[in-house]
């Protein structure tokens, strides 16, 4: 069996990076998070909610 070569094993490392950026972000601040992607979710400790970034605004789900 033969070592990866120096390309191989760059190629998988960029791999798993792209696949780590492309997973929601959790944040826990009282402020809403700066640049949020499809799919963050955000805590706000202070208020003890949950919301998640969609279609360009953060969602509660505990809200009608």
Do not use: M
């Amino acid at each position: 069996c033969k070592p990866a070569t120096q390309d191989i094993v760059f190629s998988a490392a960029l791999a798993d990076i792209r696949a780590l950026q492309a997973l929601p972000v959790i944040t826990s601040s009282s402020d809403a998070p700066e640049a949020p992607k499809q799919g963050d979710l955000w805590f706000n400790p202070v208020t003890l909610k949950f919301a998640f970034y969609s279609a360009g605004a953060w969602i509660n789900p505990d809200q009608s």
